[in-house]
């Protein structure tokens, strides 16, 4: 197995090992653009992980801040517009209810009683506006059943 | 009961691996060759063991046994074979033990074939820490993760596979993953049998290089399986979303060829040894953790640690494997001493390194955006999330400047290089790019991003095709061939290299259809009834016929349409909506004609009684250039991988470089 690796060529000797300071600076200059672009990317793309309780007791500060928010999809109040791809909902928890409006194809796993997660900001009549609509299936399924839907 | 028996294989499994290890360990210590015998028939034992246990899950599931908690689970009486197959791994349960299976396999090949007697020093360590890993693996089967477990009763159906799983990509996806991560214990076990050992790092590095590459050759393809199966099966025209399982395959991923490419400088110029070790370390814990978030969901929250307690198991067995070996290796530093160092940043070696620091640079993002939400709920008692604009904005200026490296590394030269010879190896792909810059903005094509995009991946491609030139004219006037006689010579003599560069071509095309799909996706939708015939994006598309059928799991709803292009091309597409019983859910099916310049794919987005439907078309463009991407890499990876056969052996001195 190791007939055709080549061993390294060792015709130098190991004295000669200056310290490669200029080297190290090169490494800390990637390690500093590194972290400045993880930084600069936080920006703009942060959404904190509500429950609906928990926007419903923000109250008004909520409103066009971005969020997501997970709760669970209630069947009655499911409205579909095949037409225009317009989906409205409520999603509900324990001591809350908060509707919601995404533009788009209904996703698959859409159904009453789907712990669904939306992303997205409130807007100043109430309703949530999704741009982003994930699911887990109300079902017992693994990790592989979370599919993601995300128009435009 | 067959499956109690399952349960006692895993058991057994357990002990004789842990039984092996400490034999190795012992025997190698005491110098009892005896001992590591008797380790050796312990490993066998396991093995055996857990195929037992393997192929008694295979036969409860195709036998339907019901009664298993994990048959009725994934199996249904409807489900066809080839799904109950892939059943084994569907499951957090099947797939571990199919993770077990897998290292199992491939410490026998290592018990059969590292023994010749440069690898008699190494072999009881690697062997140990291989049985490590099983024994790890099999008791979290036999404690928290028990495939065998059973139910109270025995259903006369099983629930079955969820249907988004029902593909083809599926099948292949999670075990192809799966063999990645698994066989990323074997360079694991040779860093750390190197250090326990005190065998000089370079006589085992070339050792791991085959195991290396086949593990990231796997885990390349399980990638790109796992987009490819997102494109096709998840129907929202994307494949790839930044979440959480698949972010977790890619950062071993990327530290692994950080690897890669921190060995094939150790073996050719002897330097960057601790460096090579700690990423080899670093891939294997990747993996660990990657099959864990795969299997566990616990980076939506790090609640779930309270609610599973395989989250602890694999934080223990990680924060112990990691610091256990990065600190044997800290303690050992000495015998990882390099011969040189750096002279000169013009140098290949500081041009793989500049590659290296980038390609963990990347890792390092994408796994702080995977851990974000579990970080920030652990620090501030509140989730935040991270979108793809993160990604995006952090992760794409990496890779472009990782993309421009493949461009520079190759004409390179080893020790230094002056920069009179790196402008002469340059100019050409640079006016290259200038001229398909040029021919893009006269096109049409003028987005930054495309620009950007498409005028390195010109860049790139040029330097690249250059250097096989170069190779193959070297020979063409040395031994006088016909051009594709030395083209093809010139490959094979050093398929290392030649094989790592058509990789590199092969990343240039996804990046092709990252950028193409990325800045150009065009997207339509409308109603329509059937009969109807519609214009959209330089595509005739007639809608003639709606179809319902009851099949036996699902209720199935076609839309066929015939779609067809100005110059006469004509292609059938259905895009369709079932209804799955077993989950009572809908599934949709969509469909795509897939053409060099671009993906036309449609999504059937809602159904009446009457026919009429409404639906969704994309315009992706070179779509398909990311899959044909992927293959080039396979083969690339494969040809640097293949063994050169006897009667190639060649002296060490002879190579095709400079």
């Known amino acids: 197995m190791t007939t055709e690796e080549r061993m390294p060529d060792m015709e130098m000797p190991a004295a000669s090992k200056p310290r490669p300071t200029k080297f190290i600076v090169g490494g800390f200059i990637i390690a500093a653009v590194v972290i400045y672009l993880i930084v600069s990317s936080l920006g703009g793309s942060t959404a904190y992980y509500l429950t609906v309780a928990e926007l419903m007791a923000k109250g008004p500060a909520a409103v066009g801040e971005k969020v997501r928010v997970s709760g669970v999809v209630d069947g009655a109040n499911i409205q579909y517009d095949q037409q225009n791809l317009v989906l409205r909902f409520d999603i509900v928890d324990n001591s809350g209810r908060l509707p919601v409006v995404y533009h788009g194809p209904r996703p698959d796993m859409f159904q009453d009683q789907a712990e669904a997660v939306v992303e997205g900001k409130l807007n100043a009549n109430g309703v949530f506006e999704a741009s982003n609509l994930l699911l887990k299936c109300p079902s017992k399924y693994e990790a592989a059943a979370t599919a993601t839907a995300s128009p435009r | 009961m067959i499956a109690d028996i399952g349960y006692g294989a895993l058991l057994l499994a357990f002990l004789s691996a842990g039984y092996a290890a400490l034999a190795f360990v012992l025997g190698q210590r005491r110098r009892r060759p005896e001992l590591i015998r008797s380790g050796e028939n312990g490993f066998r034992m396991a093995v055996l063991w ?309 390609l963990v640079g990347a890792a390092a993002v994408v796994f702080l955006g995977t851990i974000f939400p579990a970080l920030t709920e652990l620090f501030r008692g509140q989730q935040v999330a991270l979108d793809a604009g993160f990604y995006n904005r952090s992760f794409g200026p990496i890779g472009l400047a990782i993309i421009l490296l493949f461009g520079v590394c190759p004409v390179l030269l080893w020790h230094r290089t002056t920069p009179a010879q790196l402008a002469r190896r340059l100019i050409v792909p640079a006016i290259l790019t200038a001229l398909i810059i040029a021919v893009l903005l006269v096109t049409g094509w003028r987005e930054p991003i495309a620009l950007v995009g498409f005028g390195s991946t010109a860049f790139v491609a040029g330097s690249i095709l250059m250097e096989f030139g170069r190779g193959a004219r070297a020979r063409m006037r040395s031994a006088g061939e016909n051009p594709l006689t030395a083209l093809l010579r010139v490959v094979g003599r050093d398929r290392r290299r030649y094989g790592g560069l058509i990789v590199h071509l092969g990343v240039l095309l996804i990046v092709l259809g990252v950028v193409g799909s990325g800045v150009y996706k065009q997207e339509y939708q409308t109603v329509m009834k059937p009969g109807e015939t519609l214009d959209v994006a330089g595509y005739t598309v007639q809608y003639l016929q709606y179809v319902e059928q009851e099949l036996p799991h699902k209720q199935r709803f076609a839309t066929i349409l015939r779609v067809s292009r100005p110059n006469g091309a004509v292609r059938e597409l259905v895009p369709e909506k079932n209804f799955h019983w077993n989950v009572e859910q809908w599934v949709s099916e969509v469909a795509v004609w897939s053409r060099p310049a671009e993906d036309f794919y449609v999504i059937l987005a809602g159904l009446s009684s009457d026919g009429s439907a409404t639906f969704q078309f994309l315009q992706e463009p070179l779509m398909l250039w990311m899959w044909i991407g992927g293959g080039v890499m396979v083969l690339g990876t494969l040809l640097a991988w293949w063994p050169a056969g006897e009667r190639r052996r060649r002296a060490p001195a002879d190579t095709a470089e400079e």
């Open chain 2, 50 to 358: 857990v195929v037992t246990a393997s192929l008694i899950l295979l036969y409860l599931l195709v036998s339907r046994d019901y009664q298993v908690r994990y048959v009725f689970e994934h199996v249904s009486n409807t489900l066809p074979l080839a799904y109950v197959l892939s059943a084994f791994w569907a499951g957090q349960e099947g797939s571990l033990l199919f993770w077990l299976l897998l290292v199992s396999l491939a410490g026998l090949v290592v018990l059969y074939s590292q023994r010749d007697a440069a690898a008699q020093p190494l072999r009881p360590y690697l062997l140990a820490t291989t049985a490590i890993v099983q024994a790890f693996m099999a008791l979290v089967l036999v404690l928290p993760s028990n495939p065998f477990a059973l139910l109270a009763s025995r259903p006369a159906d099983g629930f079955g596979l969820n249907p988004l799983l029902e593909n083809v990509g599926m099948i292949f996806h999670p075990p192809t993953l799966f063999i990645g991560y698994a066989l990323y214990t074997i360079p694991f076990a040779f860093v750390l049998a190197g250090i326990l050992s005190g065998q000089p790092s370079d006589a085992w590095m070339a050792r791991v290089r085959r195991w290396s590459l086949m593990a990231w050759l796997f885990l390349s393809i399980g990638i790109i399986l796992g987009a490819w199966w997102a494109y096709i099966e998840l129907g929202w025209g994307g494949y790839w979303a930044w979440d959480p399982v698949e972010n977790s395959s890619l950062i071993p991923w990327l530290v692994g060829t950080a690897a890669l490419h921190s060995a094939a400088v150790q073996s050719r110029r002897g330097i960057f040894r601790t460096w090579t070790a700690v990423l080899t370390i670093l891939t294997f814990g990747l993996c660990i953790f990657a099959t864990f978030v795969t299997r566990s969901g616990v980076i939506q929250s790090v609640h779930a640690f309270e609610r599973s307690s395989l989250g602890w198991y694999f934080a223990v067995f990680l924060v112990v494997a990691m610091a256990g070996s990065l600190g044997l290796l800290a303690a050992r530093r000495r015998a990882f001493a390099d011969n040189y160092a750096l002279e000169s940043y013009l140098s290949r070696e500081a041009g793989f390194l500049i590659g290296n620091l980038l």
